[in-house]
């Protein structure tokens, strides 16, 4: 038949009539007949051939448009993953092209501050935050994604992992990859993440291996090995230890030390097993993930093992409609010794965290589509989150962060009201011994491409 569609109706006629020219081949009446009814059959059907291939009407084309955007599901949460880790959904044609794509974002933050008087003085400030490189897609089969950030006071390789779909349902990643842990893609809505971030039980990314289980039969799996932190452990090649993107044990605090200062006594994760399991679920309209994180590993001190650390949480993330729902609760334990804080290093300056506590979040959010120039969605939400049973004695750390985002084209927009107490960022340390709650409103503009 696609031979038959090559063929104008006139060529046809020619084409056999040459044929029978050509081979002097003598053809009674009947059998003329019976040629000429069965071209004029080809020629009715080609022209139906060609109707069927025309292209569809523009009104077709809008109504069937204005079908598919009325029963889009909004789901903003999505969207805000997908541009923090500039992730592109592929159809299966594009999956199977080798190539490398490149995308970024840039981004600027405005701040007025409670604990800054000269800030308040000003009105507040208005700063460069970060210019970042996305790179991703696949070579052979192996999959390629990294991100390297640069800030105005250093550069940080947050990931850069090799992956390998080895099965229907299994990938393994290896190189600076997610460690498995709570709530994922992230246990939070808003710019500043959640208390756990800070101790680094949320988006932490380390140097190992990964075997992820995608969701079949209702239940997804996570397991790694991690040699080390993603600056090589203790003992880095590196010229600043808090020049990294995840939070990280780096030292012990040692008896008249700051919080702040950077540790005499060195230390490094080594070694970490971690695993989450999920269950996924709906009843009715609402979709729900259950799941349970452990991790343990050991604790170096640059000549021998010096201790070990486990953490583990039970997390669960909802979805009804428009509203998400997320809930954590952590534990953690650094058992060195004798010692009751730690250092931690990330962002370019050293902080301090008791070696053990507990952790509870509870998030609410919720999308909501818009027609307004560019803008075409908004989230609202609320996260909550406190630290407490501090094995430092310090006081408990609280932070709530009321906010909204906004998707504008190429621009995401993150507008939070923060109230916290001894938080990072917020005017204090997670080490820190104030009641005093501090507030921070902050305007978070990226441009991602």
Not at 176 to 193: C, K, R
Not at 317 to 335: A, G, R, T, V
Request: charged share 20%; aromatic share 14%.
């Amino acid at each position: 038949m696609k031979l038959i569609q090559c063929i104008k109706p006139g060529l046809l006629s020619v084409a056999i009539a040459n044929s029978f020219s050509v081979s002097a081949v003598e053809v009674s009446e009947q059998e003329l007949a019976t040629l000429k009814a069965q071209i004029a059959a080809l020629q009715t059907r080609l022209a139906q051939l060609e109707e069927q291939a025309k292209p569809v009407s523009q009104s077709e084309s809008q109504a069937s448009s204005s079908q598919n955007q009325s029963t889009e599901s909004v789901d903003i949460a999505k969207q805000q993953k997908s541009v923090e880790t500039n992730s592109v959904e592929t159809t299966d044609a594009e999956e199977s092209t080798d190539g490398i794509k490149f995308g970024g974002a840039i981004r600027t933050n405005y701040s007025y501050t409670s604990y800054d008087d000269g800030n308040k003085n000003r009105g507040g400030d208005f700063d460069f935050d970060i210019f970042r490189i996305n790179m991703s897609g696949e070579v052979g089969g192996v999959t390629l994604n990294s991100e390297i950030r640069f800030f105005d006071y250093m550069t940080a390789v947050k990931y850069a992992y090799a992956g390998y779909q080895f099965s229907e349902n299994w990938q393994v990643q290896a190189g600076i990859t997610q460690v498995p842990f709570g709530n994922q893609a992230y246990n939070s809505q808003n710019y500043f993440f959640s208390t756990n971030y800070y101790l680094g039980l949320e988006d932490d990314f380390d140097l190992g291996v990964v075997f992820k289980r995608s969701v079949a039969d209702n239940w997804q799996l996570d397991v790694g090995f991690f040699k080390n932190d993603e600056l090589g452990g203790v003992d880095g090649y590196v010229d600043n230890r808090s020049d990294r993107y995840s939070y990280d044990i780096v030292g012990i605090r040692t008896q008249g030390e700051g919080i702040y200062d950077e540790p005499t006594e060195g230390l490094g994760e080594y070694n970490t097993l971690a695993g989450r399991f999920a269950y996924h679920f709906n009843t009715g309209e609402v979709k729900t993930e259950v799941g349970i994180s452990a991790l343990h590993g050991g604790i170096h001190n640059g000549e021998k093992r010096a201790g070990d650390y486990q953490a583990w949480a039970f997390h669960t993330s909802s979805q009804y409609q428009n509203w998400h729902l997320q809930f954590q609760h952590s534990q953690y334990d650094y058992d060195i010794g004798q010692a009751d804080r730690l250092a931690v290093g990330a962002y370019s300056f050293y902080d301090s965290i008791a070696a053990d506590a507990k952790s509870t979040t509870l998030n609410i959010a919720y999308d909501m589509a818009v027609d307004f120039g560019p803008v075409t969605d908004l989230q609202f939400y609320n996260n909550f989150g406190l630290v407490y049973d501090k094995s430092d004695d310090s006081e408990d750390t609280m932070m709530n962060v009321l906010g909204m985002s906004v998707a504008a084209g190429g621009l995401f927009t993150y507008f939070d009201l923060v109230h916290a107490k001894n938080q990072p960022f917020i005017g204090g340390s997670a080490a820190g011994d104030t009641d005093e709650t501090e507030q921070r409103f902050n305007i978070n503009i990226g441009y991602y491409f």
